[in-house]
């Protein structure tokens, strides 16, 4: 088992689930919040289990994507929520950059 995966993946859904719980955020927010924590789960299971990282790599990517509309916004200035998205942002960044180097290790 790829501990670096399960930790980062581990620690990406006590993330979400924090906000989700602990977090004042609007009820539509926590929902994605919770379609996320199964997303990452079962991507997650799919790189461990069945090499299959393409899912995992989308899902983080999309994520990234999301979030930094909430870093900088589409004329080019800070958003006013970046200084709470930032942490997952560079969260996400890392998720991803050990993927891609766990799916490079597994195929060569």
């Not at 990517?61 to 080019?76: K, M």
């Amino acid at each position: 088992m790829d501990k670096g995966l399960v930790a980062l993946s581990t620690t990406t859904v006590i993330v979400y689930m924090g906000v989700t719980l602990f977090i004042p955020v609007p009820f539509f927010i926590k929902i994605q919040n919770v379609v996320y924590i199964g997303l990452y789960i079962l991507t997650t299971y799919l790189a461990l289990y069945r090499t299959s990282f393409t899912p995992l790599i989308i899902l983080i990517t999309f994520n990234i994507g999301r979030l930094s509309r909430s870093i900088i916004t589409s004329t080019g200035e800070v958003g006013y929520m970046a200084a709470q998205h930032t942490p997952l942002m560079i969260l996400l960044i890392i998720f991803l950059g050990y993927t891609i180097y766990r799916f490079h290790e597994m195929n060569r």
